[in-house]
């Protein structure tokens, strides 16, 4: 029986198509597998530059491209378009293999070899070469072929390796781009190439190139395995490792390390197999994030990367509150968790019996970002306390006032058997050091970003210092919460052993470049202290432009989101592969039941309620961290809702924090635009968001 090679892309191609199409390309490669004779169903194709590419039939209009082995029976389907765009893509492409890496690439040797002849002939510019600082030597280590390395040779400006992204061998294309952005050949090998491949490579043999890939190709064998993985093919690709993923999952580290990177860049996976790795060998892990519906999503990831029930047994995915909270339950005994409300109540009474000229939400931020954030525990470290990040200048009466009001606060949690999420972290931290063991050999942290400094003290105190201690996933672009952090304040010391990964998998590059425009010029740093930058991250993946839509009334925008939804649907897209973000509940109640008022399923996602298969997900902006959906409406982004008035302080009354608290707003649309892998639709009501602005211009 043949077996076949499913390619990323191929998949990418086919879940694009319409519904019945897509049935139609299932039903012809399920024949093709169960036919003894594959090469029946595949056609030869006329005026083409390599000859191991054949075609099969789907349609009178659609054709399937496979690469075909000399000998042996393992296919590989390639890419799947209607038949004159099919013909075209393939009629100038070559297979090769890499003889550094041992896969196999595929190029458009036309458009290369038109290039170099181009340029050969072009008048001799004054600028430099690009590549002038990299010998011949150093390329053809980094896995550059011979055609590449003429072509390299002439480039005298990036832009001109740019424009051929797509048309290059593509691991070819990002050891050239990192070189031109400036990495070194050793941190190119180290971030891009990847471990060498120990074993004698064949430049013929495509099967064993095919073989060497699973993060590009899944090999399938029979009609079942085939069904199964069209059924979830994003399931099965979000677990597979870039080379410089796996590096990153599976390195021995000294100490903590860090692996940061722009959305979908494969953060989560790279946790998701450290975690697995560790476990597999008999450590006690814990996989840890912020809130319960990404553990819950972490878990279910998990699930379906390893099946051994031993190996699950020895990893907890929990929140670090969970943790904290079990260990407090465990050691000092019960108590009442303070709901937000009953806490914003308790600090106005003490405002408003103080008569304080300090608003609550001003004295809660006091409390956590200086007062909990650096340990401090009398009124001496307070008055002497460096308050980083707030603006609002306070005298020494005025922080003894403060000081004053605090200690009520706590006394009063104390006199209740009251704790706050804050409290019970800084209780659990105590519990830890008290004990003679370490609950945990490894703790693995994602979405790192979000984490209050209470927090990080209970992960540090949950593992004995050494190797592969914590390994940290984050990206502090998309930090949505107020919680701001250096890793060496609170003991956490990464020593350059940071990975960054700058390919996007999930996003197409349309909607990333779009998304990223919105964080244009802000200035944000790594929880290292380092500045964080999105500058060469990038999608493989092309798709529609996101659409933009102002309505003049919510009513009407939620009549145009209605008519997104179903046009999403029409095309094949399943319910529970659009997800809705809007920045408040209630907006994203209202969008809810506009779709049930036309007949559409859809489910409100809250803190406990996960998604109903074969319903349309709503959720708000906050919540859709760590999620991802084929289309994704991200809709009220209005200019008085984004940002949204109780969430920004007034400049008057701390002027730092104000601009924080902005660009809060602005990364919370970001991750929220960043949720979507082919289809974004960005809607308002009234005056869009100021954010908009900024990223259509």
């Known amino acids: 029986m043949p077996r076949l090679g499913i390619h990323q892309d191929f998949l990418q191609d086919l879940i694009r198509l319409d519904r019945p199409i897509q049935q139609k390309v299932i039903d012809t490669i399920a024949k093709f597998e169960q036919t003894a004779h594959a090469g029946a169903h595949l056609e030869k194709l006329n005026d083409i530059r390599d000859q191991r590419f054949k075609s099969i039939r789907i349609n009178r209009k659609y054709r399937g491209i496979v690469l075909v082995p000399e000998s042996g029976d393992t296919f590989t389907l390639l890419r799947v378009d209607n038949h004159d765009e099919a013909y075209e893509w393939v009629r100038n492409r070559r297979v090769s293999v890499n003889m550094v890496t041992g896969h196999m690439e595929i190029r458009d040797d036309a458009i290369i070899d038109d290039t170099i002849e181009g340029l050969t002939g072009a008048p001799v510019e004054s600028t430099r070469p690009l590549f002038e600082h990299v010998s011949d030597a150093d390329l053809i280590r980094l896995g550059i072929d011979d055609q590449m390395l003429r072509f390299a040779r002439m480039l005298t400006h990036v832009d001109m390796l740019e424009a051929l992204d797509g048309k290059l061998p593509q691991i070819q294309y990002d050891v050239l781009f990192g070189l031109a952005a400036g990495m070194s050949p050793e941190d190119v090998w ?9 074993e004698k490579i064949d430049p013929e043999d495509l099967i064993a190139a095919t073989q060497r890939m699973p993060h590009k190709v899944a090999l399938v064998e029979g009609p079942d395995e085939l069904m199964e993985l069209f059924a979830k093919p994003f399931a099965r690709w979000r677990v597979y490792l870039h080379p410089l993923q796996h590096e990153a999952a599976f390195r021995t580290y000294t100490g903590a390390a860090q692996v ?6 494969g953060k989560t996976v790279v946790a998701l197999h450290r975690a697995r790795h560790l476990a597999q060998q008999g450590g006690r892990v814990l996989l840890t994030t912020f809130t319960a519906t990404l553990a819950r999503s972490l878990a279910e990831s998990l699930r379906l990367l390893e099946t051994d029930d031993e ?17 407090v339950d465990e050691h000092v005994g019960k108590f009442t968790l303070l709901r937000d409300e009953e806490e914003k109540e308790i600090w106005r009474r003490i405002t408003r019996r103080r008569s304080l000229d300090f608003t609550e939400k001003f004295l809660h931020e006091e409390w956590r970002q200086v007062v909990l954030a650096q340990e401090i525990t009398s009124s001496d470290d307070y008055l002497s306390a460096r308050r980083t990040g707030r603006g609002r200048r306070l005298g020494s009466l005025q922080r003894a006032q403060i000081w004053r009001a605090i200690a009520e606060f706590e006394q009063e949690l104390t006199e209740h058997n009251y704790r706050t999420f804050e409290t019970i972290c800084v209780e659990a931290k105590r519990v830890l050091d008290e004990l003679d063991t370490r609950p945990y050999e490894h703790v693995i942290v994602d979405e790192a970003q979000d984490l209050h400094p209470v927090r990080w003290r209970v992960l540090r105190a949950a593992v004995a210092e050494g190797p592969n201690d914590l390994f940290i996933a984050n990206d502090t672009h998309q930090r949505i919460y ?8 609170i003991g956490v010391q990464l020593a350059g052993r940071s990975t960054r990964l700058k390919i996007n998998y999930r996003t197409t590059e349309e909607i990333l470049t779009w998304s990223c425009a919105m964080l244009a010029g802000e200035k944000i740093d790594n929880l290292d202290g380092r500045r964080a930058s999105l500058t060469g991250c990038r999608s493989e993946v092309h798709g529609a432009k996101p659409e933009l839509y102002g309505a003049p009334t919510k009513n009407a925008e ?36 506009a779709l049930v008022r036309a007949a559409i399923n859809a489910c409100y996602l809250s803190r406990d309620r996960d998604g109903v298969n074969g319903h349309v997900r709503i959720t708000t902006m906050h919540r859709m961290k760590g999620l991802e959906f084929r289309c994704v409406a991200v809709i009220g982004v ?3 809702q984004l940002p949204a008035a109780n969430a920004v302080t007034p400049p008057e009354e701390d002027a730092t924090t104000h601009w924080n608290d902005l660009q809060r707003e602005r990364c919370l ?18 005056d869009p968001s100021p954010f908009l602005n900024l990223a259509s211009g």
């Open 311 to 327: 190996v699950l047994a020895r990893i907890d995915v929990l929140t670090v509150d969970q943790v904290a909270r079990r260990l």
């Open 669 to 686: 649309l970001f991750v929220a635009s960043t949720r979507a892998r082919e289809r974004l639709h960005v809607s308002w009501h009234g």
């Open 638 to 640: 209005s200019a008085n």
């Open 558 to 593: 939620l009549a145009h989101l209605v008519e997104a939804v179903q046009a999403w649907l029409d095309a094949g897209v399943q319910p529970e592969e659009i997800g809705i973000a809007a920045r408040s509940e209630m907006l994203g109640q209202s969008a809810a039941e």
């Open 260 to 265: 940061i990177g722009g959305p979908g860049t």
């Open 482 to 489: 107020d919680n701001r952090v250096s890793l060496n304040s």
């Open 190 to 198: 180290t971030d891009v190439v990847g471990a060498a491949v120990p």
